[in-house]
Nanobody, 124 residues
């Protein structure tokens, strides 16, 4: 599975950005997809994940009620809508899938295939 993330950029605190992740390869719709992020000097952090079916989204505590993950399997794309952005959301955001289909996790350690990352900068 190959992944490409798009949509990063600069936003002001309180603003919004949307990220997208396109997967190539057969069977992408059978994989759970996660969004993870990493800030300089910090460990990678789980942001959100969604089942292969698009159901049962999961969110990290720091983004709950502000971020929304969704997917369109017809377009092999997963989205992350980020509202009410804060300076602490500044990071490189990655989409990733686990090694096995029909699984998804809240720990970045279980994700095997990663996209290249897209940078999000939130100014105060």
């Amino acid at each position: 599975v190959q992944l490409q993330a798009f949509g990063g950029g600069l936003a002001q605190a309180g603003g919004s950005l949307s990220l997208s992740c396109t997967g190539s390869g057969r069977g992408f719709s059978n994989y759970g997809v996660g969004w993870l992020r990493q800030s300089p000097g910090k460990e990678r952090e789980f942001v959100a994940a969604i089942k292969w079916s698009g159901e049962d989204p999961l969110y990290g505590d720091s983004v709950k009620d502000r971020f929304t993950i969704s997917r369109d399997n017809a377009k092999n794309t997963v989205f992350l809508r980020m509202n009410d952005l804060k300076p602490e959301d500044t990071a490189v955001y990655y989409c990733a899938v686990p090694r096995s289909s029909h699984t998804y996790y809240t720990s970045w350690r279980w994700y095997h295939y990663w996209g290249q990352g897209t940078k999000v900068t939130v100014s105060s």
